[in-house]
């Protein structure tokens, strides 16, 4: 095969294979999420089509074919550079928030009713598998910042109002540098209850 033929279409080959594997993975969060709607389109019109010419290309690198004629040579021109429009636009359309970085919500800023502590809850990649809840507080003499893991049934959760929204009530206890915290209606799961000891940083259910 003439080698100014096959280096470019093995690199093209390459890189096509590296886009179909990397939508695969960034567009489910690395299979913790479904596609969404822009997502199922993509894998119909691009990512299909794109993933048929890739098998069929390293078929024929296999075979060792090369363009034996002006048309099989324009048409393979043709599909390389739908491979190259395709392989670009994979990696282009891919969302890596909840996969390579985390994506955050929030409720308000609040503060305890001894004015110690400011606190928030953050649900960290809802509607995911990965989905998790810490609890962010900070020390209002010192400045002083914790986050603290804390094991609400996020998974459970189906919607959210964001705006204004109070997902956690955080409560004093009996016992010094402790707090209960409390779930809301707002979160839209059954109420959840947890000791939290923001000295040592960790949270124990209670409910």
């Given at each position: 095969?003439?080698?100014?033929?096959?280096?470019?279409?093995?690199?093209?080959?390459?890189?096509?294979?590296?886009?179909?594997?990397?939508?695969?993975?960034?567009?489910?969060?690395?299979?913790?999420?479904?596609?969404?709607?822009?997502?199922?389109?993509?894998?119909?019109?691009?990512?299909i089509p794109?993933?048929?010419?890739?098998?069929?290309?390293?078929?024929?690198?296999?075979?060792?074919?090369?363009?034996?004629?002006?048309?099989?040579?324009?048409?393979?021109?043709?599909?390389?550079?739908?491979?190259?429009?395709?392989?670009?636009?994979?990696?282009?359309?891919?969302?890596?928030?909840?996969?390579?970085?985390?994506?955050?919500?929030?409720?308000?800023?609040?503060?305890?009713?001894?004015?110690?502590?400011?606190?928030?809850?953050?649900?960290?990649?809802?509607?995911?598998?990965?989905?998790?809840?810490?609890?962010?507080?900070?020390?209002?003499?010192?400045?002083?910042?914790?986050?603290?893991?804390?094991?609400?049934?996020?998974d459970k959760?189906?919607?959210?109002?964001?705006?204004?929204?109070d997902w956690?009530?955080?409560?004093?206890?009996?016992?010094?540098?402790?707090?209960?915290?409390?779930?809301?209606?707002?979160?839209?799961?059954?109420?959840?209850?947890?000791?939290?000891?923001?000295?040592?940083?960790?949270?124990?259910?209670?409910?």
């Open positions: 095969m003439n080698i100014l033929l096959k280096i470019p279409w093995v690199l093209l080959t390459i890189f096509s294979t590296a886009s179909l594997v990397w939508f695969l993975l960034g567009s489910t969060a690395n299979f913790q999420r479904s596609l969404d709607l822009v997502g199922t389109v993509t894998l119909i019109i691009v990512w794109n993933f048929i010419i890739t098998v069929v290309s390293i078929v024929l690198l296999i075979k060792g074919w090369i363009p034996s004629s002006l048309v099989t040579y324009a048409g393979f021109i043709i599909c390389m550079i739908i491979l190259v429009i395709s392989s670009v636009s994979l990696f282009q359309g891919v969302n890596t928030k909840g996969w390579l970085t985390e994506v955050i919500r929030s409720d308000q800023l609040k503060i305890t009713s001894d004015e110690k502590y400011e606190y928030r809850i953050d649900l960290i990649n809802v509607f995911q598998k990965n989905s998790s809840a810490r609890l962010y507080v900070r020390n209002m003499s010192t400045g002083e910042e914790a986050n603290i893991p804390v094991d609400i049934h996020v959760i189906r919607g959210l109002r964001t705006i204004d929204i956690v009530i955080m409560e004093l206890s009996d016992v010094p540098n402790r707090y209960i915290l409390y779930t809301t209606k707002e979160l839209g799961i059954p109420e959840e209850k947890f000791e939290i000891d923001v000295v040592t940083g960790t949270s124990r259910r209670l409910k």
